[in-house]
């Protein structure tokens, strides 16, 4: 099993920045992919980007070249970096890690852009 540990989320006004991370229990090199996901109320849970273990990178269209996912493999970690927020990246962001053919899931943190 795989344990998800995130943090960074929080309350920002339209225009600025948070960093979101997400701590694995497992070595991220044993890990296939990991990512994360964001969700709102009434909505399924949409792909926001992803990183596989060769380091290839996937982004949601809505995102690209506003947010830029990052891994250190010393510290089992990935980062989001989301700049230039809109109000429409209001969500709970889930991070997700891949691994022996399973996808595990963190606990969820509340993203809040203000306009």
């Known amino acids: 099993q795989v344990q998800l540990v995130e943090s960074g989320g929080g309350l920002v006004q339209a225009g600025g920045s948070l960093r979101l991370s997400c701590a694995a229990s497992?070595?991220?090199?044993?890990?296939?992919?990991m990512g994360w996901f964001r969700q709102v109320p009434g909505k399924q849970r949409e792909l926001v980007a992803g990183?596989?273990?060769?380091?290839?990178?996937a982004y949601a269209d809505s995102v690209k070249g506003r947010f830029t996912i990052s891994r250190d493999n010393a510290k089992n970690t990935v980062y989001l970096q989301m700049n230039s927020l809109k109000p429409e990246d209001t969500a709970v962001y889930y991070c997700?890690?891949?691994?022996?053919?399973?996808?595990?899931w963190g606990q969820g943190t509340q993203v809040t852009v203000s306009s």
């Open positions: 997700y890690a891949d691994y022996s053919i399973q996808r595990y």
């Open positions: 497992k070595t991220s090199l044993y890990i296939d992919a």
């Open positions: 990183i596989i273990r060769s380091g290839n990178t």
